[in-house]
């Protein structure tokens, strides 16, 4: 089946720390992945996606690469900040899922300054 | 184009009323799905249409919940009678469902409080 496992949070980090949230995915075929993010009180954005292995998404200084091997997609930004502090989503879709879409439980992440 | 629209934002209604959601899905998009959020269960696929025909139905709770896509730009989802337990932020998504490696976009929400 398809399913996407995130690291538990909540995640609390000092400004201009470094970031890693885990995740990884169990999928047939070979489905895009995506990282969406919640800010308080609004609906999820797409923050970054990568549609094949070994690809890397990138956006607004965050990262993840595609890694089939390890089946994963792991979220990093080298320098956080207070502004960077919502829930981080990970989800995989492709049309092996029938093109929908499977979220991982989200992980809180709090930058305080 | 203005993304994904819902209404209302936000929604208070005694139990056992009848509460309509409504999702109006970005042009040209085939795919819509209703998500439900809340804090002890997160984001929960309720149900998901391609070209306005339901998919996947299997998340939605039980029979006082239904849902409708009567066309391509406009869907609802109904709880009749509402009960203190549907109290959530409910999402609707759309996406290009016919195209590999397509993005969902998501509305702002409807948080429906049942009291």
């Known amino acids: 089946g398809n399913s996407v496992t995130q690291m538990e949070g909540p995640v609390t980090l000092s400004e201009e720390a470094f970031l890693t949230i885990n995740c990884t995915y169990t999928?047939?075929?070979?489905?895009?992945l995506f990282w969406y993010v919640q800010y308080p009180g609004e609906g999820l954005q797409l923050l970054l996606k990568?549609?094949?292995?070994?690809d890397k998404g990138s956006n607004k200084g965050f990262e993840a690469t595609y890694r089939k091997e390890t089946t994963s997609f792991h979220l990093e930004k080298g320098s956080v900040q207070v502004s960077d502090s919502a829930v981080y989503f990970c989800?995989?879709?492709?049309?092996?899922?029938?093109?929908?879409?499977?979220f991982g439980t989200g992980t809180s992440l709090t930058v305080i300054p | 184009d203005a993304g994904v629209i819902q209404s209302p934002r936000h929604e208070v209604t005694e139990m056992g009323q009848e509460v309509t959601l409504r999702c109006k899905p970005i042009?040209?998009?085939?795919?819509l799905f209703w998500y439900r959020q809340t804090m002890m269960r997160g984001l929960e696929l309720l149900i998901y249409?391609?070209?306005?025909?339901?998919?996947?139905d299997s998340g939605m709770p039980e029979d006082r919940f239904s849902a409708k896509m009567p066309n391509a730009s406009f869907s609802t989802l109904k709880i009749q009678p509402s009960e203190p337990r549907d109290s959530a932020v409910y999402f609707c998504?759309?996406?290009?469902?016919?195209?590999?490696?397509?993005?969902?976009?998501f509305g702002q929400g409807t948080r429906l409080t049942v009291v």
């Open positions: 989800a995989l879709s492709g049309s092996d899922t029938g093109n929908q879409f499977y």
């Open positions: 990568a549609t094949k292995a070994d």
């Open positions: 249409f391609n070209n306005n025909v339901p998919i996947d």
């Open positions: 999928a047939t075929g070979y489905p895009s």
């Open positions: 042009s040209g998009h085939n795919s």
């Open positions: 998504a759309s996406s290009f469902g016919d195209r590999a490696n397509t993005e969902a976009f």
